[in-house]
C-alpha cells in the first residue's frame, strides 16, 4: 500500500517566509509532510517528481479575473468562459482565482448575480475559484444580502466602481456599501478613477476630433485616479475605518495617498497589475490600431511611473499583485477590441475600445521571470504578492496559500531549475486562452511552470502533455473574513460607526 499519493523530491520550497531545501509528501489533497530534501526519495508513492533543484512554492492565487460578464464598452464580449480562463490559469501556474459576479444597474439583488455566476462556473473550471459580488445598485435590498454573502455564501468581498456609467456610485452610494460591508466584514475593492472627470475629458477629445487608441490614456489621466483614491480613502475614514482595496493602481501619487494612509495606521491595501510593471503609455501610441490592444484602465503610465510601481510592490505598498484577467480579441468585429472600427472612425474610437487586457496564464511566468532578476526583492516577497497575501485577504488562508501539513491543500507549482531553460520569448500561440494575442508578445521570460499540482493533483505537465487536469475538477471555495494584518480585529478596536462622533 503506498504511504503518500505524491511526493515531490529535490525541491526547495518558497513560502512567504522562509526559503528551505525540503520534500514535500502529499495524502488526501493535503499537504501532509514537509521533510530535508532528498529524504523522501525512495518512500512509498502513487507518484514521484523530481524537482531537480527546482522552487517549489504555493500554487498562484489571482482574485481580479475577469470571465463572462455582460458587455460594458460597446459591443464588446468576454473571450474566455471558465473553461477556456481557469485552463489557461493552470498553463500559468495559479491554482486559485477568484472573479465577479456582476450585479446590473436595473436589478436589485446581488444573491441573483451570485446564483447566474454559480451557474456559469458549476462544472466547467479546471482550477479551484471563488466570487466576488459587484455592486452596482446598492439598493436597499442589495444591501440587506450582505449578512447572507458572508454568512452562508461564502462570499466576503465585493467590488464598486467610481467610474463607467454603467456601473459608477455616487459618493453617497458609496458610503452605505462601505457601513453595510464593514457591519458584515465584507472587504470592499474600490476602481478608482473619476467618472465625471473622464467623461468630461472624453467629450473634449472627442469634440477635438481625437479619437486613436492613444487618446483613451489622455482620457484616463493620472489625475483622475489620484483624486479618487484620496476620495476613497477619505470615505473608508469616514466610515469608521471601514477596510478597503484599491484595485489595479497603476498611479505614483495614489500610490503615495496609499502608503501614507497605511502609514497612518488605517485599513487601506492596495493591488498592482503586470500591465504596470512590463507596459507604457508608448504601447497605446503604436500605430494604427495597434495600440488598442493595450487598452485597459487605468491605462499603462510613463517609465518613471512604471518606476514607482515596482518600488511600491517591493516596499509593501501592495499586497497582491494580480492580472486583471479581461480578455477581448483583437481581430474580432463582431464581439472584440474591432467593434469600434467603421468607415467614418478607421483607426476607431477610443470610448468605445473594449476595456481589458488577457494575462491570467502569463502573470507568474512574468513576475518571476522578473523577481529572478533581482526586480521584487527576495523570493518570499514574489509568493507573498501572487499567493499568499491574496489567501489572507480574502478569507482563504491556510487552506489556500500556504505549505503547512495537515491543513494547506496540497495546490504547488514547481518551476525549472535555474538555468534549466534557455531564456525565450512569450508567444501567444503557447497560451491557452481563448484570445488571439498577449500584450507581452516577444518579452522574454527566464522560467515557466513545470507542473502545477491542484489538490494533490498534476493539472499541467509541461513536458509531459501540457493540460492534463479535467474540466470540473474545480471546486467553488466559500471564504472566511479577511485574515491579513489582522485587519477585522483592527476594525474592532475602532469601534462601530458613530454618528455622534463625527
Known amino acids: 500500500m503506498d504511504e503518500y499519493d505524491l511526493v515531490i523530491t529535490n525541491g526547495v520550497c518558497v513560502t512567504a517566509s522562509d526559503v528551505a531545501p525540503l520534500d514535500i509528501a502529499v495524502r488526501d489533497d493535503k499537504i501532509a509532510l514537509l521533510a530535508p530534501s532528498g529524504s523522501l526519495s525512495k518512500t512509498r508513492t502513487k507518484r514521484l517528481i523530481d524537482a531537480e533543484g527546482g522552487y517549489v512554492m504555493p500554487g498562484g492565487i489571482d482574485c481580479h479575473v475577469h470571465l463572462q460578464e455582460p458587455s460594458m464598452f460597446g459591443q464588446g464580449s468576454s473571450a474566455d468562459t471558465y473553461e477556456t480562463g481557469t485552463r489557461s490559469a493552470i498553463a500559468g501556474g495559479t491554482t486559485t482565482i477568484v472573479t465577479f459576479a456582476p450585479q446590473q444597474k436595473g436589478r436589485d439583488s446581488v444573491l441573483t448575480a451570485l446564483a447566474d455566476t454559480h451557474a456559469l462556473a458549476r462544472n466547467n473550471c479546471y482550477c479551484d475559484y471563488g466570487f466576488h459580488v459587484l455592486v452596482a445598485n446598492p439598493s436597499d435590498k442589495a444591501l440587506s444580502e450582505f449578512k447572507q454573502l458572508a454568512m452562508f455564501e461564502g462570499v466576503t468581498s465585493l467590488k464598486i466602481y467610481m467610474t463607467y456609467e454603467a456601473l459608477q456610485l455616487r459618493d453617497s452610494e458609496i458610503l452605505s456599501v462601505l457601513l453595510a460591508a464593514r457591519r458584515n466584514h465584507i472587504l470592499t475593492m474600490i476602481h478608482a478613477e473619476n467618472g465625471d472627470v473622464l467623461a468630461w475629458l472624453t467629450e473634449q477629445l472627442e469634440a477635438a476630433k481625437l479619437f486613436a487608441p ?289
Open 214 to 502: 492613444r487618446y483613451h490614456g489622455h482620457s484616463h489621466a493620472p489625475t483622475l485616479e489620484s483624486e479618487a483614491t484620496n476620495r476613497a480613502i477619505a470615505l473608508s475614514s469616514l466610515v469608521a475605518d471601514a477596510p478597503i482595496l484599491l484595485v489595479h493602481v497603476s498611479e505614483p501619487a495614489a500610490a503615495a495617498r496609499i502608503r501614507a494612509a497605511q502609514t497612518a495606521g488605517q485599513p487601506i491595501y492596495a493591488e498592482t497589475c503586470p500591465q504596470y510593471l512590463f507596459l507604457t503609455r508608448d504601447d497605446l501610441d503604436r500605430p494604427g490600431f495597434e495600440g488598442a490592444k493595450y487598452v485597459c484602465a487605468p491605462p499603462p503610465r510613463d517609465a518613471d511611473g512604471q518606476r514607482a510601481i515596482w518600488r511600491g510592490l517591493r516596499n509593501g505598498t501592495f499586497a497582491v499583485l494580480s492580472s486583471d484577467h479581461c480578455p477581448f480579441r483583437f481581430d474580432d468585429a463582431a464581439s472584440g477590441k474591432k467593434t469600434c472600427l467603421s468607415r467614418e472612425f478607421p483607426v476607431g474610437r477610443f470610448r468605445h475600445i473594449p476595456n481589458g487586457l488577457p494575462g491570467v496564464e502569463t502573470r507568474l511566468p512574468l513576475a518571476f521571470s522578473a523577481a529572478a532578476g533581482g526586480m521584487m526583492g527576495p523570493l518570499t516577497r514574489f509568493v507573498a504578492v501572487t499567493s499568499t497575501n491574496a489567501a489572507k485577504l480574502y478569507g482563504l488562508y491556510p487552506r489556500k496559500g500556504g505549505l503547512l501539513p495537515g491543513v494547506s491543500d496540497a495546490d504547488l507549482v514547481v518551476w525549472y531549475p535555474e538555468g534549466a531553460l534557455a531564456e525565450f520569448p512569450l508567444t501567444n500561440d503557447a497560451l491557452h486562452h481563448d484570445v488571439d494575442y498577449t500584450p507581452y508578445e516577444g518579452r522574454m521570460l527566464r522560467n515557466w511552470p513545470r507542473y502545477t499540482i491542484l489538490r494533490g493533483r498534476v493539472v499541467w505537465d509541461r513536458d509531459g502533455g501540457g493540460i492534463v487536469g479535467e474540466k470540473g475538477y474545480g471546486r467553488f471555495l466559500k471564504r472566511q473574513r479577511s485574515s491579513l494584518d489582522g485587519i477585522w480585529e483592527t476594525v474592532e478596536e475602532v469601534g462601530p460607526f458613530d454618528l455622534e462622533r463625527l
